[in-house]
């Protein structure tokens, strides 16, 4: 019995009934809900749930927080403004579409790699601080500089192309495209973290030292995970930039950065499927809590929300999810399930800790 | 030819005689000096005791070695080439091992993957993102290891839910990794059963000649049965060097020992 994998990895084990479930789901949503359902709700989670799963990555297995993770994909965002096309006047070289968001999302992967090299050397709160710093002085340099970022104003008119007849901003190609690159990274995260590079920083997650002791190039491995977050970050910048259609310093304020991290928080920092879930939790209180209270206290909710979710479920509602399931499945049994448990809740604490 | 004169003097040069050299070097913290103006050298091959009450500079020693902690003063030879200025892992891929007086693992990951990862460690492939074929050679040479150490049935474990003995083993099996030249055992009886006391002797008597190693270890049995010489530090200092039994019948050493409250 592998005792490694807690119950959201048994839950979406390879072949599970329960994954495929999930699949079927996602497959068939747009047919079963309306545009608004499918595209402002759907797609966005998908989309924000990515952003995410490169920070959950860089957290939950590397123990680095990086709070510029969306300032990666804003970046990426500006870049297909810039060589691509927009509707501003300012920039826009008008390469191919193709062209464009590959070397969009290239350099802004490099763009996170620098940040890396940057944050590497520091630990725990030091690189929350380190990583808002850029982000922040990316926000002011944004909405200072004119040439290259068009400023206060920002661009517009950035669109999705037609490709087979499809034009893919609609609601829903545009949400099986965000599905894709979804699925396509979460399961390459899943894949690559039981690779030999997914295992190695894993291990400077538990103990840079001992692994330096090994032969291991710490500094290079970590601005290589911050590279590969990056590529995930960015990509997902790209399919925002064609869900607004537009971007501008707005886009990449700190209070955009933070939701990051309270979706990652959110969902729990331990399966890649975690941010994915705060994603939508988030999505969906955005949109319905100002149903119920005005749209100044909405942070507030999401405040609340955020700290109840800390204080008693560490792991997140991915984490509250296991409790629940093992509270049920301890009332009828009880043994190997108590120990499984255990051992997810000490792994935990070394995420946090390191 | 010129090239090739050149390339076989350095490799004689890396072959030579000495596996360690240690000149003039001090690690102080701060205001303390926890070691200061140690001369060692340890040749290739040579098994190498360290003994020294609490405190006495032998970790830190260790950690001037290996560059966790690198030297405030002095120079650090390995196998002839200076590696004063080289970080950590360039220490280690030039064929120094180590293991940690308390357990430097990975508490998160298998048993194996600890094992597999001191393998790769040292070879190429570190940033692969595939994953390990059962067949990949350094998850041969790890599941190998695992059964030197006596671990064999624990190969999927998670590291947290193995007993402080198992995971000494553990210890000892990430220093075996690769083709070791010099491994620096810190304390790796700590704590063990007499059994396992008598199995970590096992495991060090059958180690290849080839490989040296420095030991410290407060139980003089066990380190009598397994090092060919001894160096006793004092206040961070060397304080006497010699055979098993020069040092053991030492009078000054055997006031310092007893008094020390060790034997
Ligand atoms: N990282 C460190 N920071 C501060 N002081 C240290 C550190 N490592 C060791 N020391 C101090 O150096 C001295 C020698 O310690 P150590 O080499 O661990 O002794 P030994 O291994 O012989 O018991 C001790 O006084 C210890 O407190
Ligand atoms: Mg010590």
């Known amino acids: 019995m592998k005792t490694q994998h807690g119950i959201s990895e048994q839950l979406l084990a390879k072949g599970s009934p329960s994954l495929w479930l999930l699949l079927a789901f996602l497959l068939i949503y747009p047919a079963i809900s309306n545009d608004f359902f499918t595209f402002q709700i759907g797609a966005y989670s998908l989309i924000l749930g990515t952003i995410s799963l490169s920070l959950m990555m860089l957290a939950g297995y590397g123990g680095m927080v990086s709070l510029a993770q969306l300032t990666v994909a804003g970046l990426a965002g500006y870049l297909m403004a810039i060589f691509g096309e927009n509707s501003v006047g300012v920039m826009g070289f008008g390469w191919p579409w193709w062209v464009t968001s590959v070397w969009a999302i290239f350099l802004a992967a490099l763009f996170s790699a620098f940040i890396g090299a940057i944050s590497v050397r520091t630990e725990g709160i030091y690189t929350i601080m380190i990583t808002l710093a850029i982000a922040v002085a990316f926000y002011f340099f944004v909405r200072q500089n004119y040439v290259l970022f068009n400023g206060w104003t920002g661009y517009a008119g950035i669109e999705p192309p037609t490709i087979l007849g499809i034009y893919w901003r609609n609601p829903v190609p545009f949400y099986f495209l965000s599905l894709a690159v979804a699925a396509l990274f979460c399961g390459a995260v899943v894949y690559c973290s039981r690779s030999t590079f997914g295992l190695a920083l894993q291990a400077i997650r538990d103990n840079p030292r001992r692994m330096r002791s090994l032969g291991y190039n710490v500094a290079l491995h970590r601005v290589i995970a911050y590279f590969l977050s990056g590529i995930i970050a960015a990509t997902a910048g790209v399919l925002l930039v064609w869900f607004n259609g537009r971007i501008s310093p707005g886009s990449v304020s700190v209070g955009v950065v933070i939701d990051i991290l309270v979706i990652a928080v959110l969902g729990g920092l331990r399966h890649p499927i975690g941010p994915f879930i705060g994603a939508i939790a988030f999505v969906l209180l955005e949109n319905f809590a100002i149903d119920l209270i005005d749209r100044e206290r909405f942070n507030t909710v999401i405040g609340l929300v955020f700290l109840l979710v800390v204080l008693y479920s560490p792991d997140g509602l991915l984490g509250l999810w296991g409790k629940i399931r093992m509270r049920m499945m301890n009332s009828g049994k009880t043994g190997p399930n108590e120990t499984r448990g255990e051992i997810g809740s000490k792994s935990a604490d070394s995420i946090e800790t390191s | ?263």
């Open chain 2, 1 to 263: 030819m010129n090239g090739l004169q050149d390339s076989a003097l350095s490799k004689l040069q890396r072959t030579g005689r000495y596996a360690l050299e240690l000149e003039s070097v001090s690690r102080h913290f701060g205001a303390l000096v926890a070691m200061a103006d140690i001369n060692l050298t340890v040749e290739s091959g040579e098994r190498r005791a360290v003994l020294g009450s609490n405190g006495a500079g032998k970790t830190t020693l260790f950690n001037a070695i290996t560059g966790d902690f690198p030297p405030t003063a002095g120079r650090v030879r390995l196998f002839g080439e200076d590696v004063t200025d080289l970080p950590s892992h360039e220490r280690i891929r030039r064929g120094l091992r180590r293991t940690y007086q308390i357990s430097l693992l990975f508490h998160g990951l298998r048993v194996i993957d600890n094992v597999y990862l001191a393998c790769r460690g040292i070879s190429r492939g570190r940033f692969a993102l595939r994953r390990p074929a059962i067949e990949d050679s350094a998850m041969e040479s790890a599941s190998n290891l695992i059964s030197v150490v006596h671990l064999t049935d624990e190969r999927d474990q998670l590291v947290a839910n193995l007993s402080h003995g198992q995971q000494r083993q553990l210890e000892i099996a990430l220093a075996l990794a690769g083709a070791p030249r010099l491994i620096l055992f810190d304390e790796p009886a700590a704590g063990l059963s007499p059994s396992e006391r008598s199995e970590l002797v096992e495991i060090l008597q059958s180690m290849p000649e080839h490989i040296g190693y420095i030991i410290i270890e407060h139980d003089m049995d066990v380190a009598l049965q397994v090092a060919q010489s001894v160096t006793m530090m004092h206040n961070g200092r060397i304080f006497k060097e010699g055979s098993p039994e020069e040092i053991e019948n030492d009078p000054e050493v055997q006031q310092l020992y007893l008094g020390s409250g060790h034997g």
